[in-house]
């Protein structure tokens, strides 16, 4: 997105640093003569010091990092991951709460494509007894991947579909949006939209020293009038953002 993209270009720029770069590249560049992603990276390797990239398919960071001779960042590839935002997340708990160990989290929204919630999912089990509530519309479930690697690093979950149940108890409720874009049906998108929303009626039942997140943009499923209680950190989560980034790229490079 636009946001993810103005946040690294603002972290480079206030790290003295400077920015080349391109937009859809999938469309504008060789991609379109035919060009493989291996072989662009390879160029654009020897043109910086470090690559910060979004792509639309699973797994494309990853192969990119295989031949780019420079640090890269993955700043999301597809339904797949989104490691940068899940720091954040994480730099945003901490520092509005004061600790990491011990939280209940309620994952709302999304869980099937959200690539924000499978990052921060994985992040977790690095933290002591972690508990997780996902919350989805039935064809959106959190993958089976991320539930096995949970259980494999004994992080205590579950899944339903009481958002009331799991927000009374969290002390983050992290909502998410519905990822219209990789919906194979319009039909299948309306099965999954508009089930969840956080709203003054949500609010009433949380605690009122939890806090709600999300990775932003939202399109509905928080209601505006939620940003004037003082437990809607989404803003201050995207402003992490840019420090967050800054000390990423300053480590990169160090
Ligand atoms: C998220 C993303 O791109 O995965 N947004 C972001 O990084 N600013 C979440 C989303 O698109 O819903």
Do not use: W
């Not at 009626?201 to 999300?214: G, K, N, S, T, Y």
């Not at 928080?222 to 950190?233: E, F, G, K, L, T």
């Amino acid at each position: 997105s636009t946001r993810t993209r103005l946040s690294f270009e603002a972290a480079m720029n206030r790290l003295g640093g400077r920015v080349i770069g391109t937009e859809n590249a999938a469309q504008f560049s060789s991609a379109i003569k035919g060009e493989t992603l291996e072989d662009t990276i390879r160029i654009v390797s020897g043109y910086c010091d470090l690559i910060v990239m979004r792509h639309t398919e699973i797994g494309a960071a990853q192969i990119a990092a295989t031949v780019a001779a420079v640090p890269v960042i993955n700043a999301g590839d597809g339904a797949g991951e989104h490691p940068t935002q899940a720091l954040l997340d994480l730099y945003s708990i901490q520092k509005e709460l004061g600790r990491i160990d011990g939280i209940r989290i309620a994952m709302i929204g999304d869980l099937a494509y959200g690539r924000t919630v499978h990052s921060l999912s994985y992040m977790l089990t690095n933290f002591k007894n972690v508990h997780i509530d996902f919350i989805a519309p039935d064809n959106v479930r959190i993958p089976v991947e991320v539930k096995r690697y949970l259980v494999e690093k004994n992080v205590s979950f579950e899944e339903s579909t009481d958002m009331y149940a799991a927000a009374r108890g969290a002390d983050v409720v992290y909502q998410t949006r519905i990822q219209k874009e990789r919906f194979k049906s319009m039909e299948e998108y309306e099965k999954a939209s508009g089930k969840y929303t956080i709203d003054a009626r949500v609010l009433e039942v949380m605690r009122e020293d939890a806090i709600v997140l999300h990775p932003l943009p939202r399109a509905g499923e928080i209601d505006p009038a939620v940003d004037r209680d003082r437990r809607a950190a989404y803003f201050r989560q995207a402003q992490n953002g840019l420090y967050m980034r800054m000390a990423l790229i300053a480590k990169c490079l160090s």
